[in-house]
């Protein structure tokens, strides 16, 4: 499932730009709002990227019937990867 590796964070914003591409080739221009807008809690202090992961799963939840596979596994992987790393902290 999992072809990605990341590095660091500027990898992660990478892997969530290839997935709003992957929404736009679709015309999701709902769901590409609803990820920016979670996007937006991201300010470097931990309680930011604990806002971003509760709406980006938010978001998640409620637009997975309206995504691809290969849309909801790039998802997923990147919520998984949050929460590894939130869970570090």
């Known amino acids: 499932m999992n072809e ?3 590095n660091n964070w500027q990898d992660y914003w990478k892997i969530f730009d290839e997935l709003i591409e992957l929404l736009k080739a679709d015309n999701q221009e709902q ?4 990820f920016k807008e979670a996007q937006k809690y991201v300010n ?6 604990f806002e971003f ?8 939840q ?6 691809t596979v290969e849309q909801r ?7 998984a990867t949050l929460n590894k790393s939130l869970s570090n902290r």
């Open 53 to 60: 992961k509760i709406a980006f799963e938010n978001s998640l």
């Open 4 to 6: 990605y590796s990341l």
């Open 73 to 79: 596994e790039i998802a997923d992987f990147l919520v």
């Open 62 to 67: 409620s637009n997975k019937i309206k995504m």
């Open 31 to 34: 769901i590409i709002l609803d």
């Open 44 to 49: 470097g202090l931990t309680d930011g990227w």
